[in-house]
């Protein structure tokens, strides 16, 4: 208790200020079918070096994504960083700046926010986009607000295609909102009717491109759909560094796209921190959730760059407000900006283009596999296989071996026995010809 500055005395007289008895009336709006009956089990006190050495022992049962063949994806891909990111953003004008409610002492962030901004738009075929957001799920479910907001309708239609974690995100941010999430079923060989299903009372479409299970499609004719009838298309986008290659949503017809920024400047970290982006039309950006950094001339006439629109609780009443999100991700906004600004445009081009052909090489040393099935033949970077066996076994019994061999999608999708022999693979830039060699050996070896 050395660590606590109140004492018994300063506890009873804040209780008795807020008029409650006790600590536990304060959780009396928790069930208690959910409260702990006993304290957690936790090591006995220990000194802080013998702490460090036991969390050494635990992150060393780790199998890192460089220690071996690394094939993991659905959501999280692992590129490379180049050094001259980290060295920037570690910068302690960068490092520890953080939200700029002063304009005119935060110059260097706004002006790297709206660099940010202007990049998100050009890779997405936008015109306008935020200063970020938490990460693609969050992104995903205040697009979904966004658009009833705009359409004043309240049905919401998700893709089988789009990643579970942003759909349980939308249904979870949603669920209290007076708004229908309608999510259908997931869907490797992306069979599903979207254009069928939107009506009158259809928001938005929510869908992902390349789709979860890795699928490539032409959202043109659904775009058009959505707007004879009134309807928003949202674009997820799991994968930034594919929008190098393929059409980006806004010239597809996309009114918002989202999408996990991770990819590009940011390492896995063994799952975040993310990175929301948030892009969509000019006419909608007083919907937009966020902040948009502007560019001005001061009282001599210099250019400098000011929060131009905030829409955020913190900003403005919270009734006004279109988002309760409160932080932007800056320094990993910041990475994305710097690594794409490394990059521009040929070097992204080309990034996405050694990203495709790593795929398709791994896809074509997986075909002649006895056990293995290519589920698609239009994907970017990552794509479906169906095996002979249960992928999450084959994805055990290949980590033992110092193999991550994919991620099997009975781990996102449980409750669907008819995805358990499905396997996600993914290829970047980091992937060797000898980590395919490896991978194909161990699953030729493994489903015999």
């Given at each position: ?6 004492t ?6 804040m209780?008795?200020a807020i008029?409650v008895a006790?600590?536990d009336?304060?959780?009396?709006d928790v069930p ?7 304290p ?6 220990a000194s802080e070096?013998?702490v460090e050495?036991r969390l050494?022992?635990?992150a060393?049962?780790?199998l890192?994504?460089g220690s071996?063949?690394?094939?993991l994806?659905a959501g ?7 050094a001259?990111?980290d060295?920037?953003i570690?910068?302690?004008?960068f ?6 409610y ?8 706004l002006q790297y ?7 998100v738009?050009l890779i997405t075929?936008?015109e306008?986009?935020n200063?970020?957001m938490y990460?693609?799920a ?10 009833c907001?705009?359409?004043?309708r309240k049905?919401?239609l998700l893709?089988g295609?789009l ?11 949603l669920?209290?909102?007076?708004l229908t999430?309608e999510?259908?079923?997931p869907?490797?060989?992306?069979l599903?009717d979207?254009?069928g299903?939107?009506g009158?009372e259809?928001?938005?479409v929510v ?6 299970f890795?699928?490539i499609v032409?959202?043109?004719a659904?775009a058009?759909?959505c ?7 949202v674009?997820a986008?799991a ?5 190098g290659?393929i059409?980006?949503p ?8 989202v999408a996990?920024?991770?990819s590009?400047?940011?390492?896995l970290n063994?799952?975040g ?6 892009a969509?039309?000019e006419r909608?950006?007083r919907?937009?959730s966020?902040?948009?950094?502007g ?11 000011v ?7 913190q900003?403005?009443r ?6 309760n999100?409160?932080?932007n991700?800056?320094?990993?906004a910041?990475a994305?900006t710097i690594?794409?600004?490394?990059l521009g ?22 075909q002649?596999?006895?056990?293995v099935?290519?589920l698609s033949?239009?994907?970017?970077n990552e794509f479906a296989v169906a095996?002979?066996?249960p992928?999450a076994?084959?994805?055990e ?7 991550l061999?994919?991620v099997?999608?009975?781990?996102f999708?449980?409750?669907?026995p008819e995805?358990?022999?499905?396997l996600?693979l993914?290829a970047?830039?980091m992937t060797?010809?000898a980590?395919?060699?490896?991978l ?7 489903l015999?």
């Open positions: 208790m050395r660590y606590l500055p109140l018994d005395a300063d506890r009873k007289a209780l008795a008029g006790s600590v009336d304060l959780f009396i208690q079918a959910v409260r702990r009956d006993a957690v089990e936790l090591p006995p006190h070096y013998e050495r050494t022992e635990l060393g049962r780790n890192v994504a071996g063949p690394f094939f994806g999280a891909y692992r590129h490379h960083v180049p001259t990111v060295a920037l570690q910068r302690g004008e490092l520890t700046s953080y939200t700029p002063q304009p005119e002492v935060s110059q260097g962030t926010l709206f660099e940010f901004q202007t990049q738009a075929g936008m306008v986009a200063a970020s990460d693609g969050t992104a995903t479910a205040e697009a979904a607000a966004m658009a907001r705009i359409t004043r049905s919401i893709s295609s990643h579970p974690h942003y759909r349980s995100v939308t249904a979870t941010a669920q209290f909102s007076g999430v999510a259908l079923d869907d490797p060989l992306d599903e979207l254009i299903r939107v009158p259809t928001a938005c869908v992902q491109n390349p789709g979860f890795g699928r032409d959202l043109s659904l058009a759909v707007h004879d009838e009134g309807a928003l298309l674009v986008v994968e930034p560094v594919s929008l290659l059409e980006p806004g010239a597809m017809g996309a009114d918002i796209v996990e920024g991770q590009i400047g940011n390492a063994f799952g921190p993310g990175l929301g982006l948030f969509t039309r909608f950006v919907q937009m966020g902040r948009v950094v560019q001005t001339v001061d009282a001599d006439g210099r250019r400098g760059w929060l131009t629109l905030s829409t955020r609780e900003h403005i919270r009734e006004k407000a279109t988002s999100i409160c932080t991700s800056g320094l990993c910041l994305f690594h794409l600004a490394l445009e040929a070097g992204l081009r080309k990034l996405a283009e050694i990203n495709h052909a790593k795929a398709v090489r791994l896809a074509e040393k997986l002649p596999v006895k056990g099935r290519l033949q239009t994907f970017f095996l002979s066996k992928a076994d084959v994805v019994t290949l980590a033992s071996r110092r193999i061999a994919g099997p999608a009975s781990r999708y449980p409750s669907y995805l358990d022999e499905v996600l993914a970047t830039e060797s010809e980590d395919m060699d490896s194909v050996a161990a699953l030729k070896e493994v015999s």
